[in-house]
Nanobody, 124 residues
Framework: QVQLVESGGGLVQAGGSLRLSCAAS????????MGWFRQAPGKEREFVAA????????YYVDSVKGRFTISRDNAKDTVYLQMNSVKPEDTAVYHC?????????????????WGQGTQVTVSS
């Protein structure tokens, strides 16, 4: 089992920045691929970004490429999502997730563990 707790969400103006954090506890964090997903009201869960166990490979949905950066610090058991130039359409609850394969994926069904989420609201 691994427990995931997100933080760093909040209210930000369009064009601003936020950094989300996801702290892991339980099993060895460095073995897991990690992902960020988001879900807006009335919409399906959407893949945002993923990173492999050693940080060597990253993936992004097209709508955030060039604006968001996923990273991890295995010494701190934490994965981050740096969000720059945010837009109102980025408003959602953001969840981090852990993938036991270690690779990370854009498919939500590849992830075994999920955090409760943190709300991000972008005002126009």
């Amino acid at each position: 089992q691994v427990q995931l707790v997100e933080s760093g969400g909040g209210l930000v103006q369009a064009g601003g920045s936020l950094r989300l954090s996801c702290a892991a506890s339980g099993r060895t964090f460095s073995r897991y691929g990690m992902g960020w997903f988001r879900q807006a009201p009335g919409k399906e869960r959407e893949f945002v970004a993923a990173i492999s166990w050693n940080g060597g490979t990253t993936y992004y949905v097209d709508s955030v490429k060039g604006r968001f950066t996923i990273s991890r610090d295995n010494a701190k058991d934490t994965v981050y999502l740096q969000m720059n130039s945010v837009k109102p359409e980025d408003t959602a609850v953001y969840h981090c997730a852990a993938d036991d394969s270690g690779y990370g994926s854009s498919r939500y069904d590849k992830y075994e563990y999920w955090g409760q989420g943190t709300q991000v609201t972008v005002s126009s």
